[in-house]
């Protein structure tokens, strides 16, 4: 029983760190039985962040994406230092990632993430949530515990930005754990730097010419593991 416990906050844990740096609430936001996915933003996308994030979001259904999300970081038996290197556009990393190639002595993904994803509109605010999968607990089942919610906003027909929602945001500390109380919290304070975790992280669409390059670096860690 302990042992679960502890492995699920683990996992929990490592679930709520890989994508963008965001925290995890402990309530979804929204119902996604009562949401509709955005068409526009199916598709593979790569994140601006500090480092990296490949993000694929296939429609599940008319209500929800399915997101697998894989951190790019150096193989380890790349010996390159890139304290130094700080892509700050589309072209930078796209080079960047020609010039050091894939697999263990280039570019590699890590912390791989699968969620459902779903959005919800909070006064005049989109944000979207994402519910981890592919987890099982032999006392909960495949519960959910944790949740990443992210403000989100279009930048432009082949960007979006995503900013988290911090679950250490004073207004929560005697808030009930139920999704319509945080949901009106965030509503009254959508617009407070407070509310989030760090600034918002840039997405971009990933082009037609270089979706294969993109897709071999999550592909060997979703398909060749070793």
Same mark, same amino acid.
């Given at each position: 029983?302990?042992?679960?416990?502890?492995? %699920? !906050?683990?996992?929990a844990?490592?679930?709520?760190a890989c994508?963008?740096?965001?925290?995890? !609430? *402990?309530?979804?936001?929204?119902?996604?039985e @009562?949401s509709?996915?955005?068409?526009e933003l199916? $598709? +593979?996308?790569?994140?601006? $962040?500090?480092?990296?994030?490949?993000? +694929? +979001?296939q *429609?599940y259904?008319? %209500?929800? #994406?399915?997101a697998? =999300? /894989?951190n790019?970081? *150096?193989?380890?038996?790349?010996?390159?230092d890139?304290?130094?290197?700080?892509?700050?556009?589309?072209?930078?990393?796209?080079?960047l990632?020609?010039e050091? $190639? &894939?697999?263990q002595?280039?570019?590699?993904?890590?912390?791989?993430?699968?969620?459902?994803?779903?959005? &919800?509109?909070?006064?005049?605010?989109?944000? +979207?949530?994402?519910e981890?999968?592919?987890?099982?607990? /032999?006392d909960?089942?495949?519960?959910?515990?944790? #949740?990443?919610?992210?403000r989100?906003?279009?930048t432009?027909p082949d960007?979006f930005t995503?900013?988290?929602?911090?679950?250490?945001?004073?207004?929560? %500390?005697?808030?009930?754990? =139920? @999704? @319509?109380?945080?949901?009106?919290?965030?509503?009254?304070?959508?617009?407070?730097?407070?509310?989030?975790?760090g600034p918002?992280?840039?997405l971009?669409?990933?082009?037609?010419?270089?979706?294969?390059?993109?897709?071999?670096?999550?592909?060997e860690?979703?398909?060749d593991?070793?």
């Open positions: 029983m302990v042992a679960n416990q502890i492995q %699920r !906050l683990a996992t844990a490592l679930l709520c994508l963008l740096s965001a925290a995890c !609430l *402990p309530v979804p936001i929204g119902n996604p @009562r509709r996915v955005d068409p199916g $598709g +593979l996308w790569i994140g601006m $962040g500090d480092a990296p994030a490949v993000v +694929l +979001l *429609p259904d008319k %209500r929800t #994406w399915l697998v =999300t /894989a790019v970081e *150096p193989g380890p038996d790349n010996g390159r890139y304290d130094d290197v700080s892509p700050q556009s589309y072209d930078e990393i796209i080079a990632i020609r050091a $190639g &894939t697999g002595d280039g570019l590699v993904a890590t912390s791989v993430s699968l969620d459902k994803v779903w959005r &919800t509109k909070l006064g005049k605010l989109w944000f +979207l949530t994402w981890y999968k592919g987890v099982f607990d /032999a909960e089942g495949f519960a959910n515990e944790w #949740w990443r919610v992210y989100f906003e279009k432009g960007s995503l900013r988290g929602v911090d679950p250490e945001f004073p207004g929560f %500390r005697d808030a009930k754990r =139920t @999704r @319509r109380a945080y949901e009106r919290l965030i509503r009254k304070h959508a617009d407070d730097d407070e509310l989030y975790y918002a992280v840039q971009l669409r990933v082009r037609d010419q270089h979706a294969a390059l993109l897709m071999e670096i999550v592909g860690v979703v398909f593991p070793t």
